[in-house]
């Protein structure tokens, strides 16, 4: 066992915390999985700077927002619902001078509640039983008001589609030549999916697929192609296979990214063991502890 | 009537090494008041000048934290033990 | 192919490239160095001050550079392997990385800590599979110590490894061998002044001498909490403590004593206006760089992050 890190020449250093988004370290895990399968590493994002994958398309939309003038220091963002975007937004803004609003559904959890103040957002309370739909309404809505004001979900789309393209190359660099088996992800709305699956098979189109379905989230609309591989994860399930990669790898993993290990192990039996499988962590396992009963 | 003020150890060189002292109040404040006017070095390890509880100290009434009560308007009975502890396990060690 | 997206990996390629590791190990240290730039307005123009994101280690913290160093020395001694404990007593963030790192090497950890820590530190040891031994709530951290100690006392049979990093050697010693030759890399020999607040007194003994085996002109200051009843987790005034074992005063050049609330109110201000959220402890380092920084008029000031502000929030 290696207990050596990086050289002191390999440290970086930058002049503000948003040149940390992105670059995210991956790591092998060594005593789960098949015995001579191919490696799993887990693609830490929760080592993003705010601890989540949500800081690089945040960091794109704000960015691309600030470059093309439509954001100053002193305007106002507005985003809806309580996500890892939320602190994202706060944390980027700080930096750029922005405010960030965020409009919540009431009853929705509060686990990124107090970090999302922290970093200095306002929480703004809609209508619970409108949904998230309703916030969306409100936020897109007090947007439109006045011109020192920006509903984040505006330019989402490209902004997603080159952040997460710039992460498919991102761990096809680390790979260093090796070749890429399999990469997992969480899916919710299938964005992530989307765009890291179509990147990566460009360069292999037979490329196996993972997604993680968590919970109760309606299956997004996939077109079908015979190397993805969706599977249904409960909540219940997805903790437990959390508590057993932190206690036998010491990598403390959201429900997710365990569930995306989860999967990864099935795709063992698919993937050649001189190939590599990534599982992506997309957010911090800190930030869900004590939160597991809420969350069912 | 009189209560009980159990005090933490990094305070008690201000009390003579006691452990609680017993004090007249009908409400927390006055307690933690009478308190500090007999122990006036108190004062400022509890109070901010602005004469608010100083954030990181928690004060119980009989266990439960008066910031879930009537904060320092919390009524005390005869007996009532009031302790004052700072907001993180620290100590000595 | 990274050409068509104008994106944050091409411009940072080289800042911090994107790697793979074949341990967790092997993700602690290297951390970033940020420089504070809103904080710092009211500075001379040739005074900088930087951040070393010690929150950024895996475990959360800068104390899994120590857990690794103790782990690791003790496991070369012998001192640990074969199934024996890692005994310490810890409620806080060195817990923490021991569990952690216990996990990842299959060595089984108990922890000492006082009946009423939060549930917080609880659920996160024992994700990790760490076993929790509690000790009298009314004693505080001094009786989790006197358990500690009892326990190894009485273990005829040898089956603990008693890491105590009070003083243990191995804790500075880790800051001695990557902290500072890292913070020396990252300021290209710049650095002027190393400021530190003291719990154990690892990182800033062992930063310290690092430091000073590269430059013969370089400040050390530790930073306490100005009072003995104070509310920085983790920070010791060492006045009114038992001094650790690897607590050396004489090889400080100055000491900065910190109110609490100015520790707190700087965890928030640097969350506001630099994106970076951290405990209470290292807004109270900030404030002390801050401190030495406003005294000159030209200097090098480096402190550190040492956790992150989401370990002291939950439901």
């Not at chain 1, 980027?92 to 200095?120: A, C, F, K, N, Q």
């Not at chain 3, 006082?114 to 009314?138: F, H, L, T, W």
């Not at chain 3, 001094?142 to 490894?161: F, H, M, Q, T």
């Not at chain 3, 190393?194 to 800033?204: D, E, H, K, M, R």
């Amino acid at each position: 066992m290696s207990f050596e890190g990086l050289s002191p020449e390999q440290a970086p250093v930058v002049e503000r915390i948003d040149e940390l988004v992105g670059n995210t370290p991956m790591v092998r895990l060594k005593r789960i999985g098949r015995d001579g399968g191919a490696p799993i590493y887990v693609k830490m994002e929760n080592m993003n700077p705010s601890g989540s994958i949500r800081d690089r398309y945040i960091a794109e939309i704000l960015e691309r927002a600030v470059a093309a003038g439509m954001l100053v220091a002193g305007d106002t963002v507005a985003l809806a619902g309580l996500d890892d975007s939320a602190p994202a937004a706060a944390m980027i803004g700080s930096v750029l001078g922005i405010h960030t609003r965020v409009y919540v559904p009431e009853g929705s959890d509060e686990r990124l509640w107090e970090l999302s103040r922290r970093y200095g957002a306002e929480l703004i309370w809609t209508d619970g039983d409108r949904g998230l739909p309703g916030a969306v309404t409100e936020a897109a809505a007090w947007s439109r008001k006045a011109s020192d004001r920006m509903y984040v979900d505006g330019i989402r789309r490209e902004a997603v589609r080159d952040a997460y393209g710039g992460m498919a190359a991102e761990i096809l660099q680390s790979l260093q030549g090796q070749r890429l088996g399999a990469f997992i992800t969480s899916v919710t709305t299938g964005g992530t999916f989307r765009h890291v699956a179509r990147e990566l098979r460009e360069t292999r189109p037979a490329l196996n697929m993972g997604g993680a379905i968590l919970g109760e989230v309606n299956l997004p609309d996939f077109k079908e192609h015979k190397f993805n591989s969706l599977e249904r994860f409960s909540m219940k399930e997805a903790f437990e296979l959390r508590d057993q990669i932190a206690g036998k790898e010491g990598l403390l993993l959201g429900p997710k990214g365990a569930a995306c290990v989860g999967l990864a192990m099935e795709l063992q039996e698919k993937v050649s063991p001189d190939e590599v499988i990534v599982a992506l962590n997309p957010d911090s396992g800190q930030r869900y502890l004590g939160w597991e009963k809420h969350l069912h | 009537m009189t209560v009980q003020v159990r005090i933490p150890t990094p305070l008690r060189k201000f009390t003579a090494g006691q452990e609680e002292v017993a004090v007249e109040g009908a409400t927390v404040g006055e307690a933690l008041m009478n308190l500090t006017e007999s122990h006036p070095e108190l004062k400022s390890k509890i109070f901010s000048d602005d004469g608010a509880v100083r954030r990181f100290v928690n004060i119980f009434a009989n266990d439960e934290d008066i910031r879930f009560q009537e904060k320092l308007e919390t009524p005390l009975s005869e007996g009532d033990l009031v302790s004052i502890v700072p907001a993180i396990a620290g100590g000595r060690s | 192919m990274s050409s068509s997206h104008p994106a944050w990996t091409e411009r940072l390629e080289g800042v911090r490239p994107p790697r793979r590791h074949e341990g967790l190990l092997e993700v602690i240290g290297a951390t970033p160095l940020v420089r504070l730039r809103s904080v710092t307005r009211d500075l001379a123009d040739g005074v900088e001050v930087w951040v070393k994101m010690e929150s950024m280690n895996p475990g959360g913290s800068v104390k899994d550079r120590p857990a690794r160093q103790i782990i690791k020395d003790a496991l070369d001694r012998g001192d640990l392997g074969n199934g024996k404990i890692l005994l310490d007593a810890t409620s806080g963030n060195t817990g923490i990385a021991y569990a952690m790192i216990g996990a990842s090497l299959g060595i089984p950890v108990h922890l000492v800590m006082p009946e009423n820590v939060s549930p917080q530190r609880k659920e996160i040891v024992e994700v990790y599979g760490a076993k929790i031994v509690y000790s009298d709530p009314m004693e505080g951290s001094d009786g989790a110590i006197r358990l500690a100690r009892k326990l190894v006392e009485e273990d005829e049979e040898g089956l603990y490894y008693y890491a105590d990093q009070y003083h243990n050697p191995s804790n500075p010693r880790a800051h001695q061998l990557t902290t500072a030759p890292e913070i020396w890399a990252q300021t290209g020999g710049r650095v002027t002044h190393f400021v530190a607040s003291t719990g154990t007194s690892g990182t800033v003994m062992g930063t310290g001498r690092g430091l000073r085996e590269r430059s013969s002109t370089v400040r050390i200051v530790g930073s306490q909490p100005a009072d003995a009843f104070h509310g920085l987790e983790g920070l010791k005034h060492m006045p009114s403590s038992l001094k650790p074992g690897i607590y050396k005063e004489d090889e400080l050049d100055e000491i900065r004593w910190i109110e609490t609330e100015d520790g707190w109110d700087m965890a928030e201000t640097l969350a506001k206006e630099e994106g970076i959220a951290c405990g209470n402890s290292a807004g109270a380092n900030v404030v002390a760089a801050l401190e030495v920084a406003r005294e000159l008029t030209e200097g090098v000031v480096v402190t550190v992050i040492c956790d992150h502000a989401d370990r002291y929030f939950g439901e």
